[in-house]
Every structure is written in structure tokens, then in C-alpha cells.
């Protein structure tokens, strides 16, 4: 890698507070906040690399992301934020605003995650295919740069996965086995 990486998720949001047994809605996905919960956890984690003088910082496009987004922007004195689409949400199709039950009960067993999607929606294959064309494109545009990428988990999880070079057999193991997975207001060094 040309680039040094830390990734961030999103610190709590109102939606995982009040109705957290369910899947955000598609078209409320875009809007929804963060708590003050969200915003203190997002402060800590900064703590923990203010030193490292982050260079860029790109965001999901989404409200909780863009508000975690601006807290780092404001902490590392970051004037500009790069808000890329492909470090949206995984859109789990015909499941938004569903019962995350009935998103999981679809796939059967979790491996069938990167084949199958729901109606309207993407597998992981799909979502490591537009997760990897950003970081390529990153890349290919910067080098020596220490950039710090706010998403969501599914994304961040697989981007970890791709700038580590884990297969897909290891990225399972990693949040089935493992339980390794990127948790809300989480801010890990990738490599």
C-alpha cells in the first residue's frame, strides 16, 4: 500500500437507539443522526490518533457519516471533506425498514452473503467490488499520505479486509469465528 489507513465508523445514531431491531430505511438512511452519545464516542476515538497528522480525510455521503466526518475534520484542522458514494451503507434492497431478522433468515447461512442479494439490494462480492475501486482509486492518486476513511460497517469491514489482502474465507472467519467486526464510533489502523 502506497498510503497508510485508518478507518472510522459512525458513532451511534438515533435510529440504533429507538429502533435498533430494525433496518434503516432506504430513503430516511440519508438523514438520520448522530446522538450525543455518537458525537463523544467519535471525539474519544480521535483522541487515540491525533498525533498521526492525518492528511485526507473521505466520508460515506450519509448524515451520521458526514457529522463523524466534520468532528475529525474540525480535530485535525482538515478544511475539505471527500464524500464518496462508494463507501455507502451495503443496500440490503427490499430489507430497508424491515426487521434486521428478516434480512439475516434470507441468506440461510452467512457465507451465501457474498452471492446472494436480496431484491434491489447488493451482495458483499458487489459491495467489496465498489469498495476496492475506491481504494484503488486511492492509490493510484496518492502516495505517503495517511488518510482516514468514515463509513459504515459492512464497508469498512471489507475495506480492512482488502488492505490486509484477506480472502474471503479469512474475512468470514474474522467476524464469524473472531467476532472482529468494526464497531459503532470504532476507529481502527488498518495497516
Known sequence: MNNRYFLL???????????????????TNFSIRLTLKGKKQVKKSIKRIKKEKIDLIYSSDFKR??????????????????????????NMGIFHGRMKEDYYRFFNYDKKKFSQK????????ELKKRTMSFLKDLEKKYKNKKILIVGHGDPLWILEGLIKKMSD?????????KKNYIQVGELRKAN
Open 9 to 27: 465508523r459512525h458513532g451511534q445514531n438515533v435510529w440504533q437507539v429507538q429502533k435498533k431491531a430494525f433496518i434503516y430505511p432506504a430513503k
Open 65 to 90: 457519516t458526514k457529522e463523524t466526518s466534520a468532528i475529525a475534520a474540525k480535530e485535525f484542522g482538515i478544511k475539505k471533506i471527500n464524500f464518496d458514494k462508494r463507501l455507502r451503507d451495503i
Open 118 to 125: 436480496p431484491l434491489k439490494g447488493e451482495s458483499w462480492t
Open 169 to 177: 474465507k479469512k474475512l468470514l472467519k474474522e467476524l464469524f469465528v
